[in-house]
């Protein structure tokens, strides 16, 4: 089993930052794909931004130019960095991260509890 804590939401006025992490812990051999979705209320949940093992990243075109991704495999964590933030950024922000257990098992994905990020004044 793998398990993933999300943290660094909270509250922020339009145009601050806020860096949030997703740290995996448990039955890993190696992780490839790490995603951030955020889901705002009464929307479906949406595919922030993405990053491959090798570095390779997509995003959103909501987000392009304002969010980061990264990730630190020493340390099993993938981060979103999200500056210039708008209150059409507010939700709950999601780490999805896809495993293998073992050499020769395939890759399962799971997800953290999520993490809410609201921006107002």
């Known amino acids: 089993q793998v398990q993933l804590v999300e943290s660094g939401g909270g509250l922020v006025q339009p145009g601050g930052s806020l860096r949030l992490s997703c740290a995996a812990s448990?039955?890993?051999?190696?992780?490839?794909?790490m995603r951030w979705y955020r889901q705002a209320a009464g929307k479906e949940r949406d595919l922030v931004a993405g990053?491959?093992?090798?570095?390779?990243?997509n995003y959103a075109d909501s987000v392009k130019g304002r969010f980061t991704i990264s990730r630190d495999n020493a340390k099993s964590t993938v981060y979103l960095q999200m500056n210039s933030l708008k209150p059409e950024d507010t939700a709950v922000y999601y780490c999805?991260?896809?495993?293998?257990?073992?050499?020769?098992?395939?890759?399962?994905?799971?997800w953290g509890r999520g993490t809410q990020v609201t921006v107002s004044s």
């Open positions: 448990g039955s890993i051999y190696r992780i490839n794909a």
């Open positions: 999805n991260v896809f495993v293998q257990s073992a050499l020769l098992d395939l890759e399962r994905d799971y």
């Open positions: 990053i491959t093992r090798i570095g390779t990243t």
